[in-house]
């Protein structure tokens, strides 16, 4: 399957009728991977389904949601670095294009940049500086890249170390730098704090809203709400492999009145600052068959058409919530 299409959608900057283009449109997308059971019988088991999303040109673009919940993979259908037995199905559009195989082959790196999670993305014997010069446009290579180093907080010597030569929050400041200077249209930033110190932190966010000052569209995926808020124009919240809602960032307030989902609420009352009420039960297991609401076994408003119908994606307060009690 070379392409994913689906005319499914919902309102707001989601529509049909919306004439500017986005730079990322996800919607209704679905994925799946083949297994083979005993007796070489086929199965497939489902990690997202019905998930939705749109970056412009730019706007910085916030993914939450817990371990497990489909981030990451995301980032992996659009970058299209699956394994060969995923299945997909949705839409997925790259400046109105559908990204094909072989168009994701073509932008990777170039339009489409990822700052990935794991350190271990840096090649061991390559010195740091290198790296970064690797993906660099311009003649004066070394210059440039000293130069972003330098902003990051990052010692010239550092340019001269080997990946495994620097801590954790050095390394993660290369990742980042690697994006910054890869004129990538669209940059995928999957979990780039963590590790960092606060100061590094919020330099981390400066440089994704100078870039997104610049017109590049940013996807900031995290399980940190409180670091979303800072950095984000748009919260989009992920429950088990699917959009549950797409929020405001001022929504985010007092109790939560104003958020849409049952899910986002609980997740913005969890916080210390807040409430610190934990959220009873668990997300749904991988491939768990879910007949409706993906969220209706932990709901405290569930009722009884949640358990048997999935909710569609609809506007609701000047954002988008799955949700029938919305």
Not at 10 to 20: C, E, G, L, P, Q
Not at 91 to 96: E, H, I
Not at 219 to 248: C, K, P, R, S
Not at 258 to 274: D, E, F, G, I, S
Request: with cysteine; hydrophobic share 40%; charged share 25%.
């Amino acid at each position: 399957m070379d392409t994913f299409e689906s005319t499914e959608g919902f309102t707001n900057k989601y529509t049909v009728d919306n004439r500017d283009i986005p730079l990322l449109e996800v919607k209704n997308l679905s994925l799946s991977f083949r297994q083979y059971q005993t007796g070489l019988r086929e199965s497939q088991l489902q990690v997202i389904r019905n998930l939705d999303l749109i970056i412009n040109e730019g706007e910085i673009v916030a993914v939450v949601g817990a371990s497990g919940s489909g981030k990451s993979l995301l980032a992996n259908a659009i970058l299209g670095v699956l394994p060969k037995n995923a299945i997909l199905d949705g839409t997925l559009r790259y400046k109105g294009e559908q990204l094909t195989r072989s168009r994701q082959k073509r932008l990777r790196g170039k339009e489409i940049s990822l700052i990935p999670q794991s350190v271990n993305a840096l090649d061991p014997l390559m010195k740091s500086g290198k790296q970064v010069q690797a993906v660099i446009k311009e003649k004066r290579k070394k210059a440039v890249q000293q130069d972003i180093f330098q902003k990051v907080g990052l010692s010239p010597e550092a340019g001269e170390r080997y990946p495994f030569e620097l801590s954790g929050g050095m390394a993660r400041r290369v990742l980042v730098t690697t994006a910054m200077v890869s004129g990538a249209e669209l940059v995928i930033a999957d979990e780039p704090t963590p590790g960092l110190d606060q100061k590094a932190v919020h330099e981390t966010i400066d440089y994704l809203k100078q870039l997104a000052i610049g017109g590049k569209g940013i996807m900031f995926i995290t399980h940190d709400i409180d670091t979303a808020l800072q950095v984000a124009d748009e919260i989009v919240v992920f429950y088990a492999g699917q959009t549950v809602e797409i929020a405001n960032v001022e929504d985010f307030s007092g109790k939560g009145d104003k958020l849409r989902h049952p899910y986002t609420k609980a997740l913005w009352n969890a916080l210390p600052q807040n409430e610190f009420k934990p959220l009873s039960g668990s997300q749904p297991f991988l491939g768990e068959v879910m007949n409706g609401c993906v969220f209706q076994k932990r709901c405290p408003v569930a009722m009884e058409l949640c358990t048997y119908k999935q909710p569609d994606l609809q506007e609701a307060s000047g954002g988008a919530v799955r949700c029938f009690d919305a």
